[in-house]
């Protein structure tokens, strides 16, 4: 593994690079254990372990929102999540210090990256809210002119808001919602999952109360019915047994009552920023 950079506005230490193999070579993103800011709410070291959770129940579940992610033992800065770099359609803006000839100087910023990923949420004013797309929540801005949070009908934004709901993703800001560039739609930043008190807080809420459907229905039933296996062993390889029981029981929920839920009520609905 390669470092050529890093992501100086991550709340946690979050470096860029490559790995390589046998003469293959992938972009990917490194997140060491070591550099996890301590959480009053999530227990210290165990956000690596929740990234690779949360892909495995992208991955077992058939929703596939989530990149390729390993915990990987062997780092430059020790263990932690690697997770394959999400390619968007545009990423002039994002200059691999090594093609310049220039000296490291990789320091990539959440604006920087937006700006090079088309988006598919968005702030707006009231009266410019995109054919076909859901409010989610009418606000002011710093000079107190109104404004609209905004996100597409998108049939994998939809599958995205289910797989909050099962992981019990408490970071869904706008960033991390990638188009990627051959047109699939990915989530990255799972490090805030699979905690057993709920904890939803998303900027997708534009299907509360839709009906899930046959669909998502059935990737729920088949979930559930891999968690009842040798999935829970995996998965219980990364989080804890009561966190794996609160899975189980979120799933049950939603297939007693096959609808998006709305906010409990109980805390912050929106990660705060919510970009």
């Given at each position: ?79 932690g999540m690697v997770q394959a770099w999400v390619s968007s ?187």
């Open positions: 593994m390669d470092i050529t950079g890093r992501m100086v506005d991550a709340s946690n230490a979050t470096l860029f690079g490559t790995v390589a193999l046998d003469g293959v070579e992938l972009r990917c993103v490194y997140k060491p254990v070591r550099g996890e800011r301590p959480l009053w709410d999530f227990p210290d070291g165990t956000l690596a372990g929740r990234e690779v959770g949360a892909y495995l129940v992208s991955e077992t579940s058939g929703l596939h929102v989530v990149p390729p992610t390993v915990l990987r033992e062997e780092a430059p800065f020790g263990p359609g545009d990423e002039s803006a994002l200059t691999d210090p090594a093609d310049t000839g220039d000296e490291l100087d990789g320091d990539l910023t959440e604006e920087t990256i937006r700006l090079a990923t088309e988006s598919l949420v968005e702030l707006c004013e009231p009266h410019e809210i995109p054919g076909g797309w859901l409010p989610v929540l009418r606000a002011r801005d710093g000079a107190g002119d109104p404004v609209v949070l905004v996100h597409a009908d998108h049939p994998q934004l939809r599958a995205m808001a289910l797989f909050d709901v099962v992981v019990n993703n408490a970071d869904r800001k706008g960033g991390h919602v990638i188009l990627a560039g051959d047109g699939e739609v990915y989530g990255v930043d799972h490090g805030l999952t699979l905690h057993t008190e709920p904890k939803l807080r998303t900027v997708l809420w534009g299907w509360v109360g839709d009906e899930l459907g046959e669909e998502h229905t059935a990737v729920l039933k088949e979930l559930r019915a891999r968690l009842a296996g040798e999935f829970a062993d995996t998965l219980g390889e990364h989080v804890t047994r009561r966190e794996v029981a609160a899975l189980r029981s979120r799933i049950d929920h939603l297939l007693a009552e096959p609808r998006f839920p709305g906010p409990d009520g109980y805390g912050p609905a929106i990660p705060w920023p919510a970009f």
